[in-house]
């Protein structure tokens, strides 16, 4: 059934809607979410329909405080809460081992629940109004990239959720960093705006950025493995240029070119990357380029997501365009 998607900044449509075990759009300081009553299989259940997301890929817990994370989550070590401390609220989503509170849809039948104390206020709201923990993927289509605004959120999920609520450019603009505290020793599954060098002078210790572990199943078994390898792809091809300037020198019809170098920051580079990423797939050119940042701090998790969105990487060779697909 197609539904009438409407664009709100009326929170109490979002919390009616969740009370009603139906996923609705929410802002987040990161990226939009799809979020659902965790705590409801059914409603969760809807949230990888919605986004057409293989069941065995877990989702996030969003919750409104520390004491929340200790109702979720079992056996929360010092590193954990000191991370939670100096972080939180914020883009951070720590892995820790979970309460049978929370439903094994929820994540993907592992013992580990990733939990998140988001920033957003309107996000913030409707978790504490609802009183319910949030379950939420980035509100884009399986495979797709993060919507970064309502209006990118209705860009992907038009016609399958009824409330967008609108709080306006997130502004971090990458997902957050996912960190392990499992296995004993703490480890970066997915790089963010929190860098291993924030992670490792807090907790004084050498953390690993475990990006294998990021790709994989988590300990679930893919149906098809190598499904995933791609994340975050636009539909036009995105290649991977060691000579930007080459591209922007030869400008052409044929492709379109995302050039990070203009921003003055890293910052500013992760909180454009997916809006530009988009507005240039909008075009409808055979292929776009783009250049890597500085591989160092929050610069790790730019070029994963560039990485995640890429086809491939392109040179141009004696004037000649050579693509090396991956
Ligand atoms: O910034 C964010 O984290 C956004 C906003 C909406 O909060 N959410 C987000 O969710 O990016 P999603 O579903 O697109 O990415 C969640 C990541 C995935 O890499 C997933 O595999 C991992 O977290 N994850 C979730 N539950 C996990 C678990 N129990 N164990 C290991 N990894 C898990
Ligand atoms: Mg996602």
């Known amino acids: 059934m197609k539904l009438n998607t409407v664009i709100t900044k009326n929170i109490d449509n979002a919390v009616s809607e969740i009370l009603s075990a139906s996923p609705v759009a929410l802002p987040t300081e990161t990226v939009y979410g799809l979020a659902a009553d965790a705590l409801d299989p059914d409603a969760v259940l809807k949230v990888y329909e919605i986004k057409s997301r293989p069941t065995f890929n877990p989702l996030i817990v969003h919750v409104y405080d520390i ?13 954990a809460y000191k991370l939670l401390e100096k972080f939180t609220p914020g883009p951070l989503t720590l892995i820790l081992k979970k309460h049978w509170l929370i439903p094994d849809i929820v994540t993907s039948g592992l013992e580990n629940v990733a939990l998140r104390i988001p920033r957003h206020s309107m996000f913030r709201d409707v978790i504490k109004i609802s009183g319910k923990p949030l ?32 709080g306006g450019k997130c502004t971090v603009g990458i997902e957050s960093t996912v960190i392990s505290l499992t296995a004993g ?8 705006f929190i860098t291993r060098e924030e992670i490792e002078s ?4 050498r953390v690993k950025i475990d990006l294998e572990s990021s790709e994989k199943p988590f300990g679930v078994s893919y149906e098809s493995p190598g499904m995933l390898k791609s994340h975050y792809a ?13 591209f922007l020198g030869n400008v052409s019809p044929a492709f379109g070119v995302i050039d990070l170098s203009v921003y003055e920051d890293v910052k500013k580079a992760a909180l454009n990357l997916f809006k530009m990423i988009r507005e240039e797939d909008e075009k409808g050119k055979e292929f776009i380029v783009i250049s890597k940042v500085t591989d160092s701090g929050i610069g790790i998790a730019v070029n994963d997501r560039i990485d995640k969105a890429s086809s491939g990487t392109v040179s141009a060779v004696n004037g000649k365009i050579v693509f090396n697909r991956k």
């Open 67 to 79: 004491p929340d994370i200790e109702k979720y989550a079992v056996d929360i070590s010092d590193d």
């Open 135 to 166: 379950a939420a993927p980035s509100a884009n289509r399986f495979g797709r990239i993060s919507p970064t605004s309502a209006e990118d959120v209705l860009k992907e999920l038009d016609g399958r959720i009824r409330f967008i609520l609108d």
């Open 202 to 205: 807090l907790l004084s210790k």
């Open 234 to 246: 636009p539909v036009t091809p995105l290649f991977v240029a060691d000579d930007i300037e080459y």
């Open 185 to 192: 020793d703490v480890r970066i599954f997915r790089p963010g």
